[in-house]
């Protein structure tokens, strides 16, 4: 039976507090990751020498640390107990806001099992996503979100602006582009993909891990132009290496783990890549826990084109020539809904996709 995370009744929200697992005692195989301090953002010369840091950063792998990010321990733990309380939602109530998955709508409920990632396995996966609070994104949610919107708004708008924003900002200067080019393109009142996730990695069984060989998620990118994931002390996270080696990524205390997806590695003709991850069976000590995320996904607008910027830096640096088409044509919002539509396809099993089609002869890589 699967540990539970230490819950006491709280305040005016009437939600638990929500307390995290300890970390594992094994000492793994870290990824040597950059952590940018974002307090720096607004001192004299900080800009400059946080996009040194993450062009550093980005030379080696697309994932990176974020702290002091504005947002307090207990605001992140809050999001926590939210998700957690969603996920404790019976079946039906859950179904009820069932993601328009097969048509390529990603927000409301992901069910568990989906997916058949090995021949009669199948993913061990609940999500939630939750829009922008923008009027053309409104939908039905579960009370336990209605109760508590004005915390998950100020949550969500607060990462997009604060903490994206910032980032986005420092990619721009890094390209010589003006400050607020890549704003301009995701801003958070115009249609697009963003969304606050909730997410839940139910544990397995020895047997389910043996059979999995311990990969619960083949190897991938992820569909936009940043996913930022919030401290998850449950180890089970790898990137792999420009040498295809896969590093355990650290849960450090009061960070945010940043990861490139492949929108930026569009626009960019592929200097910024799009960063290689998959989720394995946790270490001995907790291999029966449930792993509960909370997540948030930075999205181009709907409508942007998904064709490499001109840049006087991708120009010095040989990405000036479009090397690969494909992406050319394709919007960021076509490319998101294709992407989810083929994620749930009754296709091939997972385990035996190497590579597969997205939309236009554009195609999406899986990794062992």
Not at 27 to 53: I, M, Y
Not at 208 to 233: I, M
Request: charged share 25%; proline share 5%.
């Amino acid at each position: 039976m699967a540990a539970a995370a230490v819950s006491t009744p709280t305040q005016a929200s009437g939600l638990p507090t929500y307390q995290q697992f300890p970390e594992t005692k094994y000492e793994l195989d870290w990824a040597d990751l950059v952590t940018l301090d974002l307090s720096q953002f607004e001192q004299p010369g900080g800009k400059q020498r946080l996009a040194n840091q993450l062009f550093e950063a980005i030379q080696k792998i697309g994932f990176f640390y974020v702290i002091n990010f504005g947002l307090t321990q207990e605001q992140v733990d809050e999001q926590f107990a939210i998700g957690k309380e969603v996920f404790k939602l019976s079946t039906e109530e859950k179904l009820k806001f069932r993601a328009d998955l097969e048509n390529g709508g990603y927000n409301g409920y992901k069910p568990l099992g989906l997916r058949e990632v090995r021949p009669g396995i199948f993913d061990n996966t609940e999500i939630y996503n939750i829009p922008k609070f923008i009027p053309e994104l409104e939908r039905t949610h579960p009370e336990v979100i209605n109760e508590n919107r004005p915390k998950i708004e100020s949550f969500a708008r607060t990462i997009h602006e604060n903490v994206a924003g910032k980032l986005l900002t420092l990619f721009a200067i890094i390209l010589e582009l003006p400050e607020d080019f890549f704003l301009e393109r995701h801003r958070y009142d115009v249609r697009s993909d963003c969304h606050l996730r909730y997410m839940k990695y139910h544990h397995r069984t020895a047997e389910q891990n043996e059979a999995l060989e311990n990969v619960w998620v083949k190897g991938h990118t992820d569909f936009g132009s940043l996913t930022l994931l919030f401290r998850q002390p449950v180890a089970a996270l790898q990137v792999r290496t420009p040498e295809e080696e896969w590093k355990w990524v650290k849960p450090y205390p009061g960070s945010i783990t940043v990861n490139l997806a492949d929108s930026l590695e569009f626009l960019t003709n592929g200097f910024l890549k799009s960063s290689i991850h998959r989720v394995v069976a946790p270490p001995p000590d907790q291999v029966e826990l449930d792993r509960l995320g909370v997540l948030y996904f930075v999205r181009p607008e709907d409508s942007l084109e998904l064709k490499p910027v001109v840049s006087s830096v991708l120009e010095r640096l040989g990405y000036n020539k479009v090397t690969d088409s494909g992406a050319v044509g394709i919007t960021a919002g076509e490319w998101v809904k294709a992407r989810v539509a083929k994620g749930v396809a009754k296709s091939k099993v997972r385990s035996e996709q190497a590579e597969e089609e997205i939309i236009k002869g554009k195609s999406a890589k899986y990794y062992d």
